[in-house]
């Protein structure tokens, strides 16, 4: 039978190079991630075999098999799993599927220098046989199939697909080591390594020497014993196992749940944030087993979104067995479980919040994604309210929380404000804060892109309303203030001059804003342009542009500041001809200067500079 050579994917090349030459201290993982797999793959045939035993034939009981070979200088993971067939071997060792894998590649395009010890953050699976073995072989059989084929590979390139006869169903993995990597094949040494990061996958490995076999692993289902016998060491490697990372739990939930319905939930809050919080098709990575079989890893009803970061196994006695993933979704015990394990993790992360220094390590991996919950759950946003933090503009760096922020209101002060944008070091200078700055008044500077959403909707904190500052007219009049800068801010009447000078203003600039109006907020800056009270903020249309989802434009509030000496000298201009060309100029060039002071881009650059241009020449004739 003809032996066909297929090129890697690029990106598997270009990974591949990076294993082989990586400096990696920690090669050794290779047998966790092999050993991994071969548990994958037993654990979707048992899944399968539910349904049609006939699958599984005579070789019912799933085991996986290290067999080192010291005259060939070989080692062979075996598994009796599901198998590959021709098609399985190209695409699934012949690309990148992971999303972890790819999220790697992508870090590594953006960066300029190619670190190589990141690849332990990520655990480069199937690959990081090649960080051991000058040459790979693969021999496997699809459960249901009767041809094997074989694999094989230098990981310089290419690889080779050829249909072979004979083969146990299952898959083997042949390394043949590097001859600095004979180490693998010392029977105390693949011990060691199973027991250290293998010993809970719920599959039993065998070392197989000389016609014996001995298990090497515990081999129980680490979550089904109870908490006192399992050490932080055996957590943190079975996290290892189930969420593919080789950091270490932020969080480690351990839970059983009692009562109507019976589960066990062993999950992790990762102390890394992953590169693929963000992306689209990113799946949940949480297992689902039903009395200890494994169902599926992508079950998107056993979590909501906003907790995706979370790993681990989810384990019940009451879901049926036989039940198809598709039916699963609508279970309704699967509710329950779902939202005794929220309300359980919520409770411990608001333990950990309030005891431990380093729950700003969790806030900035993760918290905007937490923060998802408070627009997309109505029944979870107070306690997830509670467990938020933001920067604000007393705070930039220390993260405060809403209880804070409440306790040190100033006498008067009736809403929680806000400013929405890109970063904070930029929205510290935004005009919007000149008046709250003013009159002492903390403001939170949120930067994440859901926050666009919930503070409209949340309703209230301690009886205090969420107020943006970049919408028209909060009423700060019974705020004192606590520099000269706002003084007399509020209270002072409008003369007949500034009145006239808001309808001249109105009057040519027409249809481009909502309204002209005073402004209570602006102590140094001429002019602001705010969303009026009801429309969407500057940001958030900004945003929408970016990706499309809108193309038009929002008419904004232009506010000035009476009080500004340029918005005096423009008053008496329009009372002296608000037809003359000067005015009208002066008109526009404040209402761009606005734009761009709010990171607005300007919709006529070159009308801008014209006019710049002719202000310029008569000031410097003068
Ligand atoms: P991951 O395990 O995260 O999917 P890997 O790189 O470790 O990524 O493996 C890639 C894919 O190769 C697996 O998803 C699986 O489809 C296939 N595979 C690897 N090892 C085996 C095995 N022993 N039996 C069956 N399929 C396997
Ligand atoms: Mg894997």
Not at 378 to 402: D, G, N, Q, Y
């Amino acid at each position: 039978m003809a032996t066909e050579t297929f090129p890697f994917q690029s990106d598997v090349s270009k990974l591949l190079d990076i294993v082989v030459h990586a400096l990696y201290s920690n090669k050794q993982i290779f047998l966790r991630e092999l050993i991994s797999n071969a548990a994958d793959a037993c654990d979707r045939l048992r899944y399968l075999a539910l349904t049609k035993p006939g699958l599984l034939g005579e070789d019912a009981v799933f085991r996986i098999v290290l067999t080192p070979d010291k005259a060939a200088g070989s080692l062979t993971i075996s598994d009796n799993g599901i198998g590959m067939n021709r098609n399985d071997l190209v695409e699934n060792l012949g690309t990148i599927a992971r999303s972890g894998t790819v999220a790697f590649i992508e870090h590594l395009k953006s960066e300029k220098k190619e670190d190589f010890n990141i690849i332990g953050q990520f655990g480069v699976g199937f690959y990081s046989a090649f960080m051991v073995a000058n040459t790979v072989e693969v021999v496997t059989r699809r459960a249901d199939t009767n041809i094997g084929w074989r694999w094989v590979s230098d990981g310089k390139g290419t690889f080779t697909v050829e249909e072979v006869p004979k083969v146990n169903r299952g898959t083997h993995i042949i390394l043949h080591l590097h001859r600095d990597e004979q180490e693998y094949l010392e029977s105390h040494r693949l011990r060691h390594l199973v027991k250290t990061y293998s010993d809970h996958i719920a599959i039993p490995v065998f070392l197989r020497e000389e016609d014996k076999e001995e298990a090497v692993n515990e081999a129980s289902a680490l979550w089904n014993r109870p908490r006192s016998e399992i050490s932080t060491d055996q957590y943190r490697e079975f996290y290892r196992n189930v969420g593919h990372s080789l950091d270490e739990p932020w969080l480690t939930l351990h839970y059983k749940g009692e009562g109507a319905i019976e589960y066990t939930g062993l999950l992790f809050v990762p102390s890394v944030r992953p590169f693929d919080l963000f992306h689209q098709d990113r799946k949940h990575h949480v297992k689902l087993y039903v009395r200890k079989v494994f169902i599926t890893d992508d079950c998107s009803d056993l979590l909501p979104a906003w907790l995706r970061f979370l790993k681990g196994v989810v384990d019940s006695q009451d879901l049926p067995l036989n039940i198809s993933r598709e039916v699963l979704q609508h279970n309704p015990l699967l509710a329950k479980i779902r939202s005794g394990l929220v309300r359980r993790f919520l409770a411990d992360l608001k333990n950990r919040s309030n005891t431990q220094k380093d729950y700003s390590v969790f806030w900035n991996n993760f918290g905007a994604v937490l923060k998802e919950g408070l627009y997309e759950d109505f029944e979870r946003k107070s306690e997830i309210l509670e467990l938020c933090r933001f920067h604000t503009t007393a705070s930039p760096e220390e993260l405060v929380s809403l209880e804070t922020y409440v306790g040190r209101m100033k006498d008067g002060q009736e809403a929680i404000y806000y400013i929405t944008g890109d970063a904070a070091e930029v929205l510290m200078r935004s005009p919007h804060l000149e008046g709250f700055r003013a009159k002492g008044i903390e403001v939170l500077l949120l930067t994440d892109s859901i926050d666009e959403f919930w503070p409209a909707t949340i309703g209230d904190f301690s009886g205090k309303n969420f107020v943006s500052v970049a919408h028209a007219s909060p009423d700060l009049s019974k705020i004192k203030n606590v520099t000269e800068e706002g003084k007399d801010s509020t209270d002072e009447p409008k003369d007949q001059s500034s009145e006239s000078l808001l309808r001249a203003l109105k009057k040519v600039l027409g249809q481009i804003i909502k309204d002209v109006r005073f402004s209570d907020r602006l102590t140094e800056s001429p002019v602001c342009l705010v969303a009026d009270q009801n429309d969407m903020s500057l940001h958030l249309e900004r945003l929408l542009r970016q990706h499309r989802q809108i193309d038009h434009t929002v008419p904004r509030v232009l506010e000035i500041n009476p009080r500004h000496s340029l918005i005096r000298q423009l008053a008496d201009m329009a009372q002296r001809d608000e037809e003359s060309s000067a005015f009208k100029d002066a008109a526009f060039l404040l209402l761009d200067q606005a734009r761009i002071i709010n990171g607005e881009p300007l919709p006529d650059p070159t009308a801008f500079t014209r006019r710049m241009t002719v202000l310029m020449e008569r000031g410097f004739n003068l």
